[in-house]
T-cell receptor, first 115, second 115 residues
Framework: GNSVTQMEGPVTLSEEAFLTINCTYT??????LFWYVQYPGEGLQLLLK?????DKGSNKGFEATYRKETTSFHLEKGSVQVSDSAVYFC??????????????FGKGTLLTVNP | KAGVTQTPRYLIKTRGQQVTLSCSPI?????VSWYQQTPGQGLQFLFE???????NKGNFPGRFSGRQFSNSRSEMNVSTLELGDSALYLC??????????????FGPGTRLTVL
């Protein structure tokens, strides 16, 4: 079956530091890949996505590139802010003719950014 | 557009009781998915409804059920509650257009505590 493995947290950084959160996946076929972010007490918000190999998703300074050869989708940001403190989830969805809307999530990585 | 709304936001029940959670999708969205989030198991897919029919189902016991109404609003029901059912239950909606590349928009969740 499908699975997503992301680096265990928590991750603690100082403001303006570089962020990498690793994510690798196992899937049949060619899934779409997502990063979601969850702020305290809230639901999940889509941060970025990529639907095919070599696509780069980007939003709010965050980037991730769909690497089929390494089955990875690592999240990066060049300079984090205190407001980026949240839990980050990597997820995949199989693209089987639009019939499968199930998201498979990683365990989540808690990021804390200190001023 | 209003986002995904879930009611109630918080719920406390005792073992053996049953509970019904409600989700109203974004206007025009026809797919509603449900997820359970716990510290131990992370985010797990429960089921997805589209056009009032269950389209996908995760690996949960039959105590977990759901339905979708003609206006796309969805409810999930958990019968004979167990302590392990304590979790954040998230609902997500999507237009579910042809091609299957839509993102899912999440609600804030219902926090269920079973005593």
């Amino acid at each position: 079956g499908n699975s997503v493995t992301q680096m265990e947290g928590p991750v603690t950084l100082s403001e303006e530091a570089f962020l990498t959160i690793n994510c690798t996946y196992t899937a049949t076929g060619y899934p779409s890949l997502f990063w979601y972010v969850q702020y305290p007490g809230e639901g999940l918000q889509l941060l970025l996505k990529a639907t095919k190999a070599d696509d780069k998703g980007s939003n709010k300074g965050f980037e991730a590139t769909y690497r089929k050869e390494t089955t990875s989708f690592h999240l990066e940001k060049g300079s984090v802010q205190v407001s980026d403190s949240a839990v980050y989830f990597c997820a995949l969805r199989e693209n089987s003719g639009g019939s499968n809307y199930k998201l498979t999530f990683g365990k989540g990585t808690l990021l804390t950014v200190n001023p | 557009k209003a986002g995904v709304t879930q009611t109630p936001r918080y719920l406390i029940k005792t073992r053996g009781q049953q509970v019904t959670l409600s989700c109203s999708p974004i206007s025009g969205h026809r797919s509603v998915s449900w997820y359970q989030q716990t510290p131990g198991q992370g985010l797990q897919f429960l089921f997805e409804y589209f056009s009032e029919t269950q389209r996908n189902k995760g690996n949960f016991p039959g105590r977990f059920s759901g339905r979708q109404f003609s206006n796309s609003r969805s409810e999930m029901n958990v019968s004979t509650l167990e302590l392990g059912d304590s979790a954040l239950y998230l609902c997500a909606s999507s237009p579910r257009s042809i091609g299957g590349a839509d993102e899912q928009f999440f609600g804030p969740g219902t926090r269920l505590t079973v005593l």
